[in-house]
């Protein structure tokens, strides 16, 4: 048991009084200090002020997938924790691990506000203005790195609008050289004599062919090219190779050219299949020029789904929709090693939530599974109805989660991560967003291999949301 004679050889306390003591051995515990015993954790509320009065700790903290020794406390009256006694939201910045016999006095946090607001109110307020000076600059150091990965979306987000944007440029500009080919096409056409009934003809033998809507098999394509290219060789026309290729590739063969080689007179069969070879050019850059806008606009519709810019933020939420939106806003992290495997279930209703706070948490999860797989492995996104609730499950193929990582993921500022890396929202934040906002529960299932983070909401919200 500790007595006074011993927290008088602590040079913490020196300029205390022997009354001052007895309140702080009164207020206090002794706790012994065992080899390899863990005293507090890392993330664990700090409702407790350590003071070491024999023996030794090492503290550690855990830096992406290990547990880093940060310091030591081996000199009598090295302290630490009591966080709480001025921040209601104080947590323990490292794990304590017993290395040498010794002892400890534990005053909790409470008692310990009390006294020093009782010995040194001044040194309680300048100790109180420290702490909250602390935490904002955390909350801004956490606030830039959420903005970081917001541009880090952001920058993903304006590739993949580029690609597409940039293909209906490039197509944009080749249509026009080929509105001029067809135009030109045209008035050989006219000047080699080609007359409206064989222009007719030729036209229809035109529409029999199709407009290219997907790619052929390369070597097929090539031997397909090198008959037509001989034939329209032989029938001496201009250019056969480059009439050739577009020809292939809406499904003219031999029989076809036989045909329209009748249909045109012997003057005007390279304007009449120039015209047709134009004509097919222009259909394919309109199909890409379609194709490359629409996936514009699907990119837009879904950035503005996932941003919910434009809705109530308590609203009908159709879950699959906010999944769909984060997994389009995910892209660039899913790409290319990562197979993305959809369950959605048949029967899932709307829920009452809030939207752009949902989005926020599946891609805090979705982020998390990536992660996990080092961006290789297969990511399954599943809804489903339970009941009155409504459960969305992601799961990963990485290397799982231990006990002890299950146990903690939901403490404030725990993290596996390493420096710069995340969404910048934890999974206490993701944990309160369901549970606080929706009334819903967050799960964690896991082992090597498969890990599943399941989150249940209910259809219709108990209470309004707190604000």
Avoid at 56 to 73: A, Q
Avoid at 95 to 106: S, Y
Avoid at 235 to 250: C, I, N, Q
């Amino acid at each position: 048991m500790l007595e006074l004679s011993d927290l008088r050889t602590v040079p913490l306390f020196d300029g205390l009084s022997d009354d001052q003591l007895a309140q702080l051995l009164a207020a206090g515990a002794e706790v012994a200090i065992a080899p390899g015993e863990v005293m507090w954790l890392e993330g664990d509320r700090a409702d407790h002020w350590w003071v070491v009065v024999d023996g030794t700790l090492d503290l550690s903290r855990h830096v992406g997938r290990e547990d880093v020794v940060v310091g030591r406390m081996d000199v009598p009256g090295r302290w630490a924790g009591g966080f709480r006694a001025w921040d209601e939201h104080g947590v323990y910045l490292a794990t304590a691990r017993g290395v040498t016999p010794g002892r400890l006095l534990r005053v909790p946090a409470e008692r310990l506000h009390e006294l020093a607001n009782d010995w040194f109110p001044f040194a309680a307020h300048l100790v109180a203005g420290l702490y909250g000076t602390a935490r904002s600059i955390e909350a801004t150091a956490r606030q830039r790195s959420g903005l970081v990965t917001l541009g880090t979306l952001a920058a993903g987000l304006a590739h993949e609008i580029n690609n597409p944007a940039a293909a209906a440029a490039r197509s944009a500009a080749e249509l026009e050289r080929a509105c001029d080919g067809l135009l030109e096409a045209l008035r050989q056409m006219a000047s080699n004599g080609v007359s409206t009934a064989q222009f007719a003809r030729v036209d229809a033998l035109r529409r029999e062919l199709q407009t290219p809507t997907t790619l052929p098999d390369p070597l097929e394509a090539a031997d397909r090219e090198d008959e037509l290219g001989e034939w329209l060789d032989h029938a001496g026309v201009p250019r056969p190779w480059e009439l050739a290729a577009s020809l292939v590739s809406a499904g003219a063969d031999l029989d076809w050219l036989a045909r329209a080689a009748a249909a045109s007179p012997d003057e005007g069969l390279a304007a009449s299949l120039g015209w047709v070879a134009r004509t097919i050019d222009v259909s394919s850059l309109l199909a890409e020029v379609r194709e490359s806008t629409r996936r514009v606009s699907e990119l837009v519709a879904g950035i503005k789904s996932y941003s919910q810019m434009d809705r109530a933020s308590h609203q009908q939420v159709d879950l699959r929709e906010g999944l769909e939106s984060t997994l389009l806003v995910m892209g660039p992290r899913l790409r290319p090693g990562v197979t993305v495997v959809r369950d959605w279930g048949s029967d899932v209703p709307l829920v009452d939530g809030m939207p752009g706070e949902l989005n926020q948490v599946w891609t805090n999860l979705v982020d998390n599974a990536v992660d996990a797989m080092d961006g290789v492995g297969t990511l399954t996104v599943t809804t489903r109805r339970d009941g009155d609730s409504v459960v969305v499950e992601i799961g990963d193929t990485g290397a799982g989660m231990s006990p002890e990582v299950q146990q903690r993921a939901f403490e404030a500022f725990y993290t596996t991560k390493d420096v710069g890396r995340g969404t910048g929202l934890g999974l206490d934040i993701a944990h309160r967003i369901v549970v606080e906002r929706h009334g819903g529960s967050v799960e964690i299932e896991s082992r090597p291999g498969d890990t599943r983070l399941r989150v249940r909401l209910p259809i219709r919200a108990a209470t309004a949301p707190s604000r």
